[in-house]
Nanobody, 118 residues
Framework: QVQPVESGGGLVQAGGSLRLSCAAS????????MGWYRQAPGKQRELVAE???????NYADSVKGRFTISRDNAKNMAYLQMNSLKPEDTGVYYC????????????WGQGTQVTVSS
């Protein structure tokens, strides 16, 4: 099992920035992908950004050019730098980790709240 733990959420005004961090612990040797999802009130959880493997990142169209995902494989950490935040970015942000060994599985953190005021 892998346990992702998020930190860095909070309240920020529109146009501001936040940086989220995710620390993965447990059976980390099998980690393949790391990423971020979010869920706004009354909406489904959606992909924000992910690095499925290697260094190539995928982003939701709504955050391209504003958010940047990065990984530190040596520390089993993932980060999400969020700039030019908008009220519609408000939601609970979840770190997710995908393992390829010993099983193919996806693990979720508890989430961290991000609130962007207008």
């Amino acid at each position: 099992q892998v346990q992702p733990v998020e930190s860095g959420g909070g309240l920020v005004q529109a146009g501001g920035s936040l940086r989220l961090s995710c620390a993965a612990s447990g059976r980390i040797s099998g980690i393949r992908g790391m990423g971020w999802y979010r869920q706004a009130p009354g909406k489904q959880r959606e992909l924000v950004a992910e690095i499925p493997s290697g260094t190539v990142a995928n982003y939701a169209d709504s955050v391209k050019g504003r958010f940047t995902i990065s990984r530190d494989n040596a520390k089993n950490m993932a980060y999400l730098q969020m700039n030019s935040l908008k009220p519609e970015d408000t939601g609970v942000y979840y770190c997710t980790v995908v393992t390829s060994w010993p099983t193919i599985a996806r693990y979720w953190g508890q989430g961290t709240q991000v609130t962007v005021s207008s």
